[in-house]
């Protein structure tokens, strides 16, 4: 059973920083693509950022210089480290891998 559980988000003043965590259970990230997206109030899912197989990232353009995805093979976990965050930034942010989705968690940037 694959489980992805987020953790670390909260509120944040405009120019803060916040760190997520996606713990995994039941696949093992280094052999996987993962990724994380946000969603807005009333606007669809959108893709922030993906570590591959490989190691490699990408970004959407919005967050480039300011976040970073990195993962930790012994624990299997992933984050996104997020810096000079911007009030555009407050969204559920959601880990996803293959065909799992964990349930979010909320981060709120202030102005």
């Known amino acids: 059973q694959v489980q992805l559980v987020e953790s670390g988000g909260g509120l944040v003043q405009a120019g803060g920083s916040l760190r997520l965590a996606c713990a995994a259970s039941?696949?093992?990230?280094?052999?996987?693509?993962m990724y994380w997206y946000r969603q807005a109030p009333w606007k669809p899912r959108e893709f922030v950022a993906i570590i591959s197989r490989s190691g490699s990232t990408d970004y959407r353009d919005s967050v480039k210089g300011r976040f970073t995805i990195s993962r930790d093979n012994a624990k299997d976990t992933v984050y996104l480290q997020m810096n000079n965050l911007k009030p555009e930034d407050t969204a559920v942010y959601y880990c996803h891998a293959q065909t799992f989705w964990g349930q979010g968690t909320q981060v709120t940037v202030s102005s």
């Open positions: 039941g696949i093992i990230v280094s052999s996987n693509a």
